[in-house]
RNA sequence: GGCCUCUUCGUCUAUCGGUUAGGACGCAAGAUUUUCAUUCUUGAAAGGGGGGUUCGAUUCCCCCAGAGGCUACCA
């Protein structure tokens, strides 16, 4: 369509957490500027004082910045269009507002919040707009003397947009075509509010799209019911030739349920639904993050990515830069998209198997540390070199791995009746001895020396392995055997054997 | 209530009028294995309902139903 730069913005209030659809709807934005080698915007929409959440901002960057969304500019990044954060740009707001007014687009309305109640009491349906307006007291039905006087009087007022009843008002969304809307089921809306000299989303919303330039709106789904209302706006103000291109994206729906994805769903279900743990400061309240919960960044942005948009191939595993190359608006669906859980599970078990074992050691090591043990880095990457395929998270890995750090201190149950036969005890003291007696107790050469004492001995390989496992682990799993005594190491295995014997008989 | 959007396996999705409706997660079975897990193979599993248009509809149109969203001096 338009030759321009491309531009887009991610524009959060801060009132509270991020949550896991707005860090979706982010990533679309990263991808699709990242891709037409544009900008992305970090902007703050804090024009409700009211809501206003401290710590939020910073919640919001560090959060981004652990999943690896990079911005171009904006709040904390600079930039040649700011200031970034709307509570600092009343003045601008101000001027634009006054255009509105000065073309007749707006008016002035002096109804109290109490009085707009008892009206909706008093009619239902009662809606702010061209049916009603003249009923009510503002500028346009107040004489200008009299509005003047009550402004000069402190009055606290609001300026709301005259909607012009019955246009058909056309809105060419890339994801869901064109959608159109007729004006009169529009209300008035609040443009302004006099008590804190602050706009309203909608307005500061259009008049900094404008002055950033910004070229796409890509946003949520809960936006599209207002896109006609600033269509008009861009209209009202004459910019519409340079209006940003919308694509409203489907929402994050419950696992189960109705609705769209909530911050309790994730408290329910036992899963996150924000990228980084969060700490309520109001109410003290604590919700879990992916980051904390063991996930890594980029199997969070590959799970994402695929809610809501496909490649067009049977490719799932997507680097950020591959989504980058193959992001695209028109192949995001249009219906909702239920959040699933044990996907985002699998992800991330996909994410693990392909990091190398020296990476996943410096994430697992302070674990280890954590439960008391002093590891060599060395034995533990060995470990995770053989036991990274079984866990879905990087904490899980001390659950399933640590009896090669903490020898049994008891055995269980139905593993020894199973397993430890008549005679194990007596296997496994001549296999002690035979094993105190090797010099060389590599992997390979227990093996063979091992086998063979077996073989000649016609003890049978499953018997005696199983009962070395319960002796080693203290259960019945783990991988194979000599990988198990060979890093634990000679002394090591020598006295869990002679512990377990002792201890089953 | 009004308005807008959406509707393919349980879930995420492919299909842009003609396919045995494909893939992935999950699930089940089998194989391999010194245990457990992994891995591999196989399987079950879908076009909301009703009308059209068409030689032919999952695909286009209409109606209904269902789901989701919006309906604030919140974003």
Redesign the pocket.
Known sequence: MSERKVRVRF???P?GALHIGGVRTALYNYLFARQHGGDLIFRI?D??SN?FVPGAEEYILESFKWLGIKFDEGVSFGGNYGPYRQSERREIYKKYVQVLLDNGSAYIAF???EE?NAKREEIK?F??DASTRMQMRNSLTLDQEEVKQLIADGK?Y?VRFKIEPNIDVHVNDII??D????SS?L?DK?LF?S?DE?P???LANIVDDHLMEVSHVIRG??????APLHVLLYRAFGWEDSMPRFAHL??L?KPEG???LSKRDGDRLGFPVFPLEWHDPKTGEVSSGYRESGYLPEAVINFLA???W?P?T?Q?ILSMDELVKLFNLE?C??????F?Y??A??FNHEYILSKDNEEIADMFMPIVKEHGVEASREMVVKVIGMMK??VSFIKDLWDTCKFFFVAPTEYDEK?RKKRWKEDSAKCMAELADLLEGLEDFSLEHQ?EVVMKWIEEKGYG??NI??A??LALVGE???????DISSVLGKEETLSRMRRAIAVLK
């Not at 959608?179 to 007729?182: A, G, L, R």
């Not at 789904?221 to 207002?226: A, G, K, T, V």
């Not at 019945?476 to 000599?482: A, E, R």
């Open positions: 524009a959060p209030s009132t929409e024009t409700d809501r109804d109290t919040p707009l349906n809606q702010y606290q609001v869901r075509g959608v159109v809307i007729n089921i209300d609040v509010k008590a602050l309203t989303y909608h789904e809960e936006w599209l019911p207002s489907p929402l729906l109705n609705g769209k695929l809610l809501g496909n067009g049977e799932e192949h669906s249009k219906s909702g998209a239920r699933d044990e996907k599970k699998w395929d079984r593993t093996e390989t499953g392995m199983n070395f496992r019945g799993k783990g991988p194979h055997m000599f």
